[in-house]
């Protein structure tokens, strides 16, 4: 079956540091990959939508120059926060598609940030 | 994004039992997914639905893709204790790319 790596599995940096997350498919070419964040006990956020080789769709919201979202390779995309604040805190999780309804969506098993 | 009402938001109920629970939204969906989440995971797809009307089973879970295409509904027959985990159902609109949305969660509680 379709496997999403994501790495890494938690993370503490410090306050104004940048902090990069991968999120890789391992065994399908995903054409594209989703970026959620999740707060404790609180549903998935979509952040943006990922497509190899174009800029990323940013949600309502989310600031494009805080979380960095770069989509190199059909396997591999990757957020980068920026200048990390407490607030930014939290539990992102990636998702990959090979594309179409039938294909389903796999996700990464998360990466806790931390930030102090 | 969109928002994707998801009831009971928690559920606490004895082994064995059946469990209900609903997704409902004011958009229409072309596709709707359910997904479970266990504490500091991913989530786990459960079901798929492509349809509108369409029911689907997987093992003891059966989920529906409600006919006006603005609800799901996920059932749980005779829970056991590995149940218990968060439960999200994920919308997905149509005409837009492939973005899902996901629904608020209901949390449930196994007491064996």
């Known amino acids: 079956g379709a496997v999403v790596s994501q790495h890494p599995s938690r993370v503490i940096c410090k306050s104004g540091t940048s902090v990069k997350i991968e999120c890789r498919s391992l065994d399908f070419q995903a054409t594209t990959m989703f970026w959620y964040r999740q707060f404790p006990k609180k549903s998935l956020m979509l952040m943006a939508t990922s497509n190899e080789g174009s800029k990323a769709t940013y949600e309502q919201g989310v600031e494009k120059d805080k979380f960095l979202i770069n989509h190199a390779s059909l396997t591999l995309s990757t957020l980068t926060v920026t200048s990390a604040h407490p607030e930014d805190s939290s539990f992102y999780i990636c998702s990959a598609t090979r594309g179409g309804g039938s294909y389903g969506y796999t996700f990464g098993s998360g990466t806790r940030l931390t930030v102090v | 994004g969109q928002q994707l009402n998801q009831s009971p938001q928690s559920m606490f109920i004895q082994e064995g039992e059946d469990v209900s629970m609903n997704c409902t939204s004011s958009s229409i969906f072309n596709t709707w997914l359910w997904y479970k989440q266990d504490p500091g995971e991913g989530p786990v797809l459960l079901i798929a639905?492509?349809?509108?009307?369409e029911l689907t089973s997987n093992g003891r879970l059966t989920a529906q893709f409600g006919i006006t295409r603005k609800d799901s509904f996920l059932n749980i027959s005779a829970s056991i204790p590995s149940d218990v985990g968060i439960y999200f159902c994920a919308g997905q609109l149509i005409n837009t790319g492939n973005q899902f949305y996901f629904g608020t969660g209901t949390s449930l509680t196994v007491i064996p």
């Open positions: 639905l492509y349809k509108a009307g």
